[in-house]
């Protein structure tokens, strides 16, 4: 079931569909609570998609009352046969109830707010599994609180995988307004990456961000690759990565039909790509596009992750701890990261009579 929204002047033989997004408090310590409010009181938000939203009344109200909104809201019990998203005219609460208020301490990292956005989260992903949602987001998570709970917990990705029983490639990457960032390597130490590149793997993720890239409506992208090197090796003087496996990487990708180009010197090609020159960066390690990243714009950056058979973003940065309960949070990359999930959810369901979303499977 999905929601059909009218468009001004459409009659009901043209509905469109409306994307659903399942959307995760996240930890409750932090500014999670008072950017779900925010999300749920934005009337530009509340347009681009449908929401299921999973956590606690209590603590979401809590959050209204930081950020300084009244939110207008459905709320049902988790045990709901039939979740009404799909006829309200309003966000949709499940109410866990699993988090009160005064076991919240604010700005600290607890086994009860790790267990609390655990299982926001898992209801999220569950409910877009079974095809009830078309996208997943969240606020700012603390992974040291979820360890405290769940040890082996490692990042989004793996237990997003673990949950749904994806077994393919996924990724996350980085996106500040119209531009990317993709990675060959992520949590990794860093004198393991270099033996960790190879010619296929370097293409293979450049398919996927080609394909996540389309998605998201970049029709054609324009993806720069990094060199791992100083000056991309300075022609084999500071390491031959560049000579020996990225380059003949990128003219594997060129040969298959992508817009790929490289290896440059990691310092300059995304003074380029923020210029407009390329529409993404493959950097060949974590830190080597995050930095460029959150320098160009830390509080509208969003994190992606993608490969999976639906959309998963959340804001790039984290729970704010020092601002926690002030009512200062910026919306932007919430913002950013929701509006996000409903254009790429949009398009697959428009391309799903089509062919399957090419970056969802």
């Known amino acids: 079931m999905r929601l059909k929204q009218m468009i001004p002047g459409e009659t009901k033989s043209m509905q469109v569909q409306q994307p659903t997004i399942a959307l995760a408090m996240g930890d409750p310590a932090g500014i999670s609570p008072e950017l779900a ?30 950020a300084g909104v009244t939110l207008d809201i459905a709320v049902v019990p988790p045990d709901s046969p039939d979740l009404p998203y799909d006829a309200a005219e309003r966000p949709v609460l499940v109410d866990l109830g699993h988090l009160a208020p005064q076991d919240v301490k604010r700005g600290e990292a607890t086994p ?23 996208a997943v987001c969240f606020t700012p998570f603390n992974k040291k609180a979820m ?49 960790a590149l190879s010619v296929e793997r ?45 380059e003949p990487a990128v003219k594997r990708a060129i040969e298959k039909g992508f817009t790929a180009s490289g290896p440059y010197p990691a310092d300059t090609v995304y003074v380029r ?60 990359a919430s913002r950013a990261a929701v509006l996000l999930a409903a254009r790429m959810a949009a398009r697959n369901l428009a391309e799903k009579n089509k062919s399957p979303g090419a970056c969802s499977k």
């Not at 237990?159 to 994806?166: I, Q």
């Not at 990724?171 to 033996?195: G, M, Q, Y």
């Not at 370097?202 to 993806?223: H, N």
């Open 273 to 332: 790509a923020h210029k407009g020159e390329f529409d993404g960066v493959l950097s060949m390690y974590h830190d080597q596009g995050q930095i460029a990243m959150k320098l160009l714009g830390f509080d509208r950056g969003v994190t992606m992750m993608g490969g999976f058979p639906f959309p998963i973003c959340t804001p790039a940065h984290g729970t704010a701890y020092d601002i926690a309960g002030r009512g200062i949070a910026s919306l932007g």
């Open 112 to 134: 009860e707010g790790g267990a609390f956005a655990l299982e926001n989260f898992r209801q999220a992903l569950v409910m877009a599994r079974e095809g009830r949602a078309d």
């Open 37 to 66: 409010a925010r999300l749920l009181d934005n009337a530009e938000i509340r347009a681009a998609a449908r929401f299921v939203v999973f956590g606690d009344r209590r603590i979401l109200d809590e959050g209204a009352k930081i």
């Open 202 to 246: 370097i293409v293979g993720e450049l398919a996927l961000a080609d394909r996540c890239m389309r998605e998201a409506g970049i029709e054609k992208p324009r993806i720069a690759v990094a060199g791992l090197n100083p000056h991309a090796g300075e022609g084999g003087n500071f390491g031959r990565e560049e000579i020996e496996i990225i």
């Open 147 to 195: 360890r405290y709970v769940y040890p082996a917990y490692d990042d989004e990705i793996r237990y997003a995988a673990e949950v749904t029983g994806f077994q393919g490639a996924a990724r996350e990457f980085n996106v500040l307004d119209n531009l990317w960032n993709c990675r060959v390597t992520s949590h990794i130490p860093l004198s393991k990456v270099a033996s």
